[in-house]
């Protein structure tokens, strides 16, 4: 978080002010720079601003191109405080360096900022600085950030966020870095926010929130390796440990849920071998879906097996609304195994989680963009799968009913045509559940079917009783 006042050679009198929301920056004339100032085309090096512990920052050129033997400027690379003059010859860079908290306030309007409003900005900064706790990340150029301790600190690669990384596997609001609970002292605990490539605290994904002890690696999407510095002690964490905790991560291995819809949190999740994951709006859930609609503990999945590649996975229904999926509908405290086969369930409301078990499974759900039927056709002609071997000859009739809305279809048919007995009662009620979960043009479709079949019975004793009375 910088403001930077620009001053060019040409015309004194006249000033530029950027403020840049982001404690890695890059100033340059190329278009990936994140201050582009056309006057440094001619420079065969960028400068680059990386943020430090307290108000500290470094400045660094870098050459462009890393086949040219260029020497840069010295005075150009060193270790300031709070503020500092660059003199590029054409132009002058006033930096001063901004506390994390007042990175949202100031940009929240979303406009420039001018001369006046860098200098408020400058008085704010004026008391003390925070300088711990603190967010330090590893590599060859690694940034701090210090934060107040009392005030969340947000991740991701959004404007918004206080600690903004430039990683494709960082989504925009990634994750959060907040004080404890119970509000104890050194106490910090981090939220993954659902991001897609999920967060890692010394090698275990973060579901929901975690406690994050003061060196201990975390791990933001499968590159960025960070750091919570609550102590002077905690800042000789060596750098070059970000390679061995970068393999402390588990590999992306299946079967893995995956969902694209902004409600669950989060979007991927790994079903490990012998643990029951959760789904549903309890907030304590594996799986996490925020919708009304949703159960609080909707379903659960589990993977079972000792062979590798021969897993069971089991999926088991706890609503009272019961559970869509690729074979049918589940109504509540139904399990069926689903083997090695791809599926997708359906919460209702266009919350969809996809069960994959290769990468080539979540590229397809992928593509279809988080359909019900992304695995209707699989490379081997039209899925099919046990519980709905017997779907066939009323398909026909229906091509436009996905496999598990036929299904459905055909266990309400199933269930009317079957005699009552002891337990009508409960089917009635399971039955009148199914029904209601259907969407609307799926209720049309079942009773439009069952008019037909009303209508083929009538038109039937039609034709029969006359026959039958003529026999007698």
Not at 53 to 81: C, M, Q, W
Not at 369 to 388: C, H, K, M, T, Y
């Amino acid at each position: 978080m910088f403001s930077l006042e620009i001053t060019f050679a040409d015309d004194s009198a006249d000033s530029e002010t950027v403020f840049v929301q982001r404690p890695h920056a890059v100033i340059g004339a190329s278009d990936h720079s994140h201050v582009v100032i056309s006057e440094l085309i001619t420079f065969p090096y960028e400068l680059h601003l990386f943020r430090g512990i307290g108000r500290s920052f470094r400045t660094l050129p870098v050459v462009v191109h890393s086949n040219l033997k260029v020497e840069t400027p010295e005075a150009l690379d060193g270790v300031y405080e709070e503020q500092a003059l660059l003199d590029l010859g054409t132009l002058q860079i006033y930096i001063t360096a901004l506390d994390s908290d007042l990175v949202i306030g100031a940009a929240g309007a979303g406009e420039g900022l001018d001369r006046s409003s860098v200098q408020t900005l400058r008085r704010a900064c004026e008391k003390p600085a925070p300088h711990l706790p603190a967010i330090t990340t590893r590599g060859e150029h690694p940034i701090t950030l210090s934060f107040a301790a009392d005030t969340p600190l947000l991740v991701g690669r959004d404007k918004e966020s206080h600690l903004r990384l430039d990683a494709r596997d960082v989504s925009g609001r990634h994750a959060q870095i907040s004080p404890s609970a119970d509000g104890s002292p050194g106490q910090f605990v981090v939220r993954d926010l659902g991001s897609t490539n999920g967060t890692y605290v010394s090698g275990q994904q973060v579901v929901g929130s975690a406690p994050l002890p003061a060196k201990e690696p975390v791990v933001f999407g499968r590159s960025v390796v960070a750091y919570l510095l609550d102590r002077e002690a905690d800042m000789e964490v060596p750098r070059e440990t970000s390679e061995v905790d970068l393999k402390a991560i588990p590999e992306e291995r299946y079967p893995m849920l995956v969902s694209l819809s902004e409600v669950v949190r989060p979007q991927r999740l790994v079903v490990p071998e012998g643990k029951t994951v959760r789904i549903g709006r309890e907030p304590s859930s594996d799986m996490w879906l925020g919708a009304p609609h949703v159960s609080r503990k909707h379903c659960t999945v589990e993977l079972l097996g000792e062979v590798p590649g021969e897993e069971q996975l089991t999926l088991t229904d706890l609503s009272l609304n019961g559970l869509a999926y690729d074979g049918g509908v589940l109504s509540q405290g139904e399990s069926v195994e689903m083997g090695r086969t791809p599926c997708v369930l359906n919460f209702g409301g266009g919350i969809t989680v996809a069960v994959c078990f290769t990468e080539d499974h979540e590229r397809q759900f992928l593509q279809s963009e988080g359909e019900a039927d992304a695995f209707r056709d699989l490379e081997n002609g039209e899925r099919v799968s046990p519980q709905s071997q017997d779907l066939h000859s009323y398909e026909s009739q229906s091509q436009e009913l996905q496999p598990y809305e036929t299904q459905a279809l055909d266990e309400f048919r199933s269930h009317a045509e079957k005699p009552s007995s002891g337990r009508g009662r409960r089917g009635a009620l399971q039955l009148r559940r199914r029904f209601f979960a259907l969407r609307l043009h799926q209720r049309l479709a079942v009773l439009f079917t069952l008019f037909l079949v009303l209508l083929a019975g009538v038109l039937a004793l039609k034709i029969f009783i006359p026959i039958i009375t003529q026999n007698i």
